[in-house]
């Protein structure tokens, strides 16, 4: 079983889900189409896809098929997932789980994947009961009403409080996953790293990323004309006319302010002296060279690969460290620097308080600070 991708001028248009005979899953794939319908990204497609394919692999593996699926089958997914092995390399430095012993190394699927799958296997399924396809009356992820849930102080009240229909809900199958922190970079090392880059192109897009909060697809997807230089913003707006499928996050159009002297100043450099002159495309950052690709936009595989090479060539490369780290840092700068929540969720451009919320937690810093003042007044 195999997840194909249909393109059309290099961008994924379709997303298809084929046995090991190359014939299409139909439900599976009607599924992603009705996804593509609403708009979802190449990626979002992508991820859906991959993760139905643990679902109708254990399907076959048990024997079972997929209207029969039911709650007590939900629950031998999860079995299954937790002893699935990983087939990607671990992309963060830390613990990770063996499976199958010294004679057999290899890490398991990690909480925050298995739970991954099961929301998109609950999704699955409420389409499927929404279109009429699935012969349950109720879905087989089931979900309860979590009233602990709505007493936590860091979850987001709708606006009309105990009044509004809303209800915390959380589904009965899942994983506990640990609470990861963004971890931002030092300022050693970010003045290491910038003063290192030997391209104006290159210096823009990560002051961006740094100065503005833009996430990297973002950055690579601006316009000329997005950049207002007199009053010193950027407009952030939803496209996917990129050659290379790089498109932003977000579906909201925000605008940025960016007052950081540095980080305008270099974008204006590169785009009167180093973006090629003869250029047609709209997008601001483009590829210089004499190579065939020259005047296309920049992709978001070379700014990964300009981002690690120089980390790596500095010793400074971690698997924290990559481009959307320094959103990270401005995000934290930002709210250690007293910037309101609200405000914060605006110009980063989530679309939900919860996002947010992870800057808000106490940094390392601010707690080494405070533990430092306390130790002085019991001295």
Request: proline share 7%.
């Given at each position: 079983?195999?997840?194909?991708?249909?393109?059309?001028?290099?961008i994924?248009?379709?997303?298809?889900?084929?046995?090991?005979?190359?014939?299409?899953?139909g439900?599976?794939?009607?599924f992603?189409?009705?996804?593509?319908?609403?708009?979802?990204?190449?990626?979002?497609l992508?991820?859906y896809a991959?993760?139905l394919?643990?679902?109708f692999?254990?399907?076959r593996s048990?024997g079972?098929?997929?209207?029969?699926?039911?709650?007590?089958?939900?629950?031998r997914?999860?079995?299954f997932?937790?002893?699935?092995?990983?087939?990607?390399?671990?992309?963060?430095?830390?613990l990770?789980?063996?499976a199958?012993g010294?004679?057999?190394?290899?890490?398991?699927?990690?909480?925050?994947?298995?739970?991954?799958i099961?929301?998109?296997?609950?999704?699955?399924?409420?389409w499927?009961?929404v279109?009429?396809?699935y012969d349950?009356?109720t879905s087989?992820?089931q979900?309860?009403?979590?009233p602990?849930?709505?007493?936590?102080?860091?979850?987001?009240?709708?606006?009309?409080?105990?009044?509004?229909?809303?209800q915390p809900?959380?589904?009965?199958?899942?994983?506990?996953?640990p609470?990861?922190?963004?971890r931002?970079?030092?300022?050693p090392?970010l003045?290491?790293?910038?003063?290192?880059?030997?391209?104006l192109?290159?210096?823009?897009v990560?002051?961006?990323?740094?100065?503005?909060?833009?996430r990297?697809?973002?950055?690579?997807?601006?316009?000329?004309?997005?950049?207002?230089y007199?009053?010193r913003r950027?407009?952030?707006?939803?496209?996917d006319d990129h050659?290379?499928g790089?498109?932003?996050?977000?579906r909201?159009?925000?605008?940025?302010?960016?007052?950081?002297?540095?980080?305008?100043?270099?974008?204006s450099?590169?785009?009167?002296?180093e973006?090629?002159?003869?250029?047609?495309?709209?997008?601001?950052?483009?590829?210089?060279?004499?190579?065939?690709?020259?005047l296309?936009?920049l992709?978001y595989d070379?700014v990964?690969?300009?981002?690690?090479?120089?980390?790596?060539k500095l010793?400074?490369?971690?698997?924290?460290?990559?481009?959307h780290a320094?959103?990270h840092?401005h995000?934290?700068a930002?709210?250690?620097?007293?910037?309101?929540?609200?405000a914060?969720?605006k110009?980063?451009?989530h679309?939900?308080?919860?996002?947010?919320?992870?800057?808000?937690r106490v940094s390392?810093?601010?707690?080494?600070?405070?533990?430092?003042?306390?130790?002085?007044?019991?001295?």
């Amino acid at each position: 079983m195999q997840v194909l991708k249909e393109r059309q001028g290099g961008i994924v248009r379709r997303v298809r889900l084929v046995d090991d005979d190359g014939e299409p899953v139909g439900p599976a794939c009607r599924f992603l189409d009705h996804l593509g319908d609403r708009e979802f990204s190449p990626h979002t497609l992508s991820a859906y896809a991959y993760d139905l394919q643990y679902l109708f692999t254990f399907l076959r593996s048990e024997g079972l098929d997929w209207q029969g699926f039911r709650s007590p089958d939900a629950l031998r997914l999860l079995a299954f997932l937790r002893r699935t092995p990983s087939r990607r390399p671990a992309q963060r430095l830390g613990l990770t789980v063996i499976a199958g012993g010294a004679s057999a190394p290899g890490r398991l699927l990690a909480p925050s994947t298995v739970n991954r799958i099961l929301a998109a296997v609950s999704s699955f399924y409420d389409w499927a009961i929404v279109a009429e396809e699935y012969d349950g009356e109720t879905s087989p992820m089931q979900t309860r009403l979590d009233p602990a849930l709505a007493r936590v102080p860091a979850r987001h009240q709708p606006f009309m409080g105990r009044a509004s229909r809303q209800q915390p809900i959380r589904r009965t199958v899942t994983v506990k996953q640990p609470r990861r922190l963004p971890r931002p970079m030092d300022e050693p090392a970010l003045e290491e790293f910038l003063g290192g880059l030997k391209r104006l192109r290159d210096l823009a897009v990560f002051l961006l990323m740094l100065d503005g909060g833009l996430r990297p697809g973002e950055v690579l997807s601006l316009h000329v004309g997005d950049i207002s230089y007199g009053r010193r913003r950027v407009t952030v707006r939803k496209r996917d006319d990129h050659p290379r499928g790089v498109r932003g996050k977000s579906r909201t159009e925000r605008v940025v302010d960016v007052h950081e002297p540095r980080t305008l100043d270099a974008v204006s450099r590169y785009v009167m002296h180093e973006r090629p002159m003869e250029a047609t495309s709209p997008f601001v950052f483009l590829i210089g060279g004499d190579g065939l690709r020259r005047l296309e936009p920049l992709g978001y595989d070379a700014v990964v690969r300009l981002f690690s090479r120089r980390m790596a060539k500095l010793g400074l490369r971690t698997p924290e460290t990559t481009p959307h780290a320094l959103r990270h840092t401005h995000a934290t700068a930002m709210w250690e620097g007293g910037m309101r929540e609200l405000a914060l969720q605006k110009r980063l451009g989530h679309a939900s308080p919860e996002s947010t919320k992870v800057y808000t937690r106490v940094s390392d810093d601010a707690v080494l600070a405070e533990y430092t003042r306390a130790l002085e007044n019991n001295r």
